[in-house]
């Protein structure tokens, strides 16, 4: 709690009060850098754009605005851009060669930080108006979700109320209406200083979690909606990692390993990361013996993409929420969603 019950801080909250407005500063921030790269990206997004270019851009663009020098302020997490069934946690890495085509529904999903402070916000494209139902039920139901959300809310029930929002939606696809459903095993998170997903979880469906939001945490506010099974499942290859918090430092065999690890608390601490920024930064070290040792001794937490049915079309809306005292504050909503 950062306030009194009667709004004014004693002496011993002066030091919280300045921590809140910090915070509340460098979610801003982060936050107008979010919606300014968005927008720029947004004019690649076009038939036969390759996807690793896209991504490039729009990093560039996001280490531009954000004057990004170290890990104290820049990119959040590798660009998620995720294709029709592919659901999250999916970058494009050197040597791939995919092009958007006229039927994919693409998530973009991805991160600006200031002091750690995450904004973390995605939308979906496409290019087909017969899947407006699909985007339209994913995003309305972020929505019933940030609706929902606030002080005391019980996470499990924000669940279910997306999820009644969600399957209110139909779409005809092939001459076929198909029930949307939402992705059982994906969902919002809380958000702390350089920790993208911080122990609380708000389901995309109803659960008994009885857990309360609190005064004062920030959520990342995520709905999935998909015309497939509704169950996500992993999928290698990995482009996706993370330092463990908690890491076991053994002893590492590869001085690869020791150089690359080095250089992946220099540049990323708790960060998430990808493969292909680890090949781009040339004083990397990168070796993929070396990745492969951290993640088998622990050290490197692997982060699949993750998929629904192969055949199904996944959707996602995700907006940035701060809990005040006055209300909700909808830190990453812009003038496109």
């Known amino acids: 709690m950062f306030y009194s019950t009667q709004g004014k801080l004693s002496n011993d909250d002066s030091h919280s009060y300045d921590k809140y407005e910090n915070m509340l500063q460098d979610l801003r921030k982060a936050a107008e850098i979010h919606k300014k790269v968005r927008n720029y990206a947004r004019q690649f997004l076009t038939p036969g754009q390759d996807l690793l270019e896209f991504c490039n851009k729009l990093e560039e663009k996001n280490r531009e605005l954000s004057q990004s020098q170290d890990y104290s302020n820049g990119i959040g997490f590798p660009t998620g851009a995720s294709i029709n069934h592919c659901a999250a946690h999916f970058t494009p890495t050197i040597g791939d060669n995919i092009k958007l085509t006229n039927n994919d529904v693409l998530k973009v999903d991805f991160g600006t930080h200031v002091n750690g402070w995450i904004i973390d916000s995605a939308f979906t494209h496409?290019?087909?108006?017969?899947?407006?139902?699909?985007?339209?039920?994913?995003?309305?139901?972020?929505?019933?979700?940030?609706?929902?959300?606030?002080?005391?809310?019980?996470?499990?029930?924000?669940?279910?109320?997306?999820?009644?929002?969600?399957?209110?939606?139909?779409i005809e696809l092939d001459g076929k209406t198909v029930p949307i459903k939402s992705v059982k095993n994906l969902g919002g998170h809380n958000i702390q200083p350089y920790k993208i997903h911080a122990g609380k979880y708000i389901p995309c469906i109803k659960t008994n979690d009885n857990t309360k939001m609190e005064e004062g945490e920030v959520y990342a506010v995520e709905t999935f909606a998909t015309t497939g099974s509704g169950i996500v499942r992993e999928h290698e290859p990995t482009s996706h990692f993370m330092k463990n918090i908690n890491a076991p430092y053994n002893n590492l065999k590869h001085k690869v390993s020791k150089k690359l690890l080095s250089h992946i608390n220099k540049k990323y601490n708790t960060l998430p990361f990808c493969d292909k920024w680890l090949q781009q930064d040339k004083t990397s070290g990168f070796h993929k013996i070396g990745l492969e040792e951290l993640c088998k001794q622990q050290i490197i937490t692997k982060y699949p993409p993750l998929y629904d049915v192969r055949g199904s079309y996944v959707a996602q809306f995700e907006h940035t929420i701060v809990l005040k005292p006055s209300g909700k504050e909808i830190l990453s909503k812009g003038g496109d969603y």
């Open 126 to 170: 496409s290019f087909d108006p017969k899947y407006d139902k699909l985007l339209e039920a994913a995003q309305e139901a972020t929505n019933t979700g940030i609706k929902e959300a606030g002080i005391d809310a019980r996470l499990g029930e924000i669940g279910g109320a997306i999820q009644e929002t969600m399957e209110s939606f139909e």
